[in-house]
């Protein structure tokens, strides 16, 4: 239970009509972050654009950060997968989702594709959808304690290395996923993450795939069960 909601952006000034309707919602508008220092049971739900690791928003670390993904997640209905990984996360979403309608088993694709995590959980139409949700390393930075039914990492390749000091952090941002969150999910893991990861040699529930090229020079998966 929340006592109160407050909002808070360092770069814009809301114009009436939207601090008008902030209002309306019962929502507290804090133009400067100083309105923070006395706050000592504080919740912050940040945006995935906010890097809440650089030393420069130091002052929020102090209270619990989590992101929408875990924020939303109190109300998750039915069952979820969740995918992250470098390239081909939207792709593979957009598949699973197809794939799972056209088997007459409802999914909705949300998270980082499509709508977000929160507007589909407040949508009643969705409860008995599968939502295959699509995680960025942004959002996983602050998401801990959520439990899909499945949890899948694709190859993970250098990325953003605007935001994180070198490509460990980011892959380890990605592995939050696992190293954070899925305790009880089946895991399945690109073979180059799982050979890379501690954390993926002592799940139960893991299937390690690997992208091939046969001698047809089509794609094929290999998949080996730990389990």
């Not at 309608?101 to 499509?114: L, R």
């Not at 949700?133 to 949890?151: D, H, K, M, W």
Request: net charge neutral; hydrophobic share 35%.
């Amino acid at each position: 239970n929340y006592d109160e909601v407050a909002a808070l952006c360092r770069k814009e000034k809301l114009n009436p009509e939207h601090l008008k309707h902030l209002k309306n919602l019962h929502v507290r508008w804090i133009e400067n972050p100083e309105e923070m220092k006395n706050e000592e049971h504080l919740t912050v739900v940040v945006s995935p654009g906010v890097p809440v690791l650089q030393t420069r928003l130091d002052s929020l670390r102090k209270f619990r950060i989590q992101s929408e993904i875990e924020f939303a997640w109190k109300w998750m209905k039915g069952e979820s997968i969740t995918l992250t990984g470098t390239n081909g996360k939207s792709t593979t979403v957009a598949l699973m989702e197809h794939l799972l309608n056209v088997a007459g088993i409802p999914a909705i694709a949300c998270g980082n594709f499509g709508i977000p995590l929160a507007e589909i959980l407040l949508d009643s139409r969705y409860d008995g959808h599968v939502k295959v949700i699509e995680l960025s390393s942004f959002q996983l930075e602050t998401t801990r304690g959520i439990e899909p039914e499945v949890a899948i990492c694709l190859a993970v390749s250098e990325n953003h290395l605007n935001r994180y000091p070198d490509f460990e952090s980011y892959r380890r941002a990605k592995w939050n996923l696992f190293t954070e969150n899925s305790s009880r999910a089946h895991w399945v893991v690109h073979e180059k993450e799982a050979e890379a990861g501690e954390v993926f040699k002592f799940h139960s529930l893991l299937t390690t795939v690997s992208d091939q090229l046969n001698t047809r020079g089509k794609m094929k998966l290999k998949a080996t069960d730990k389990n």
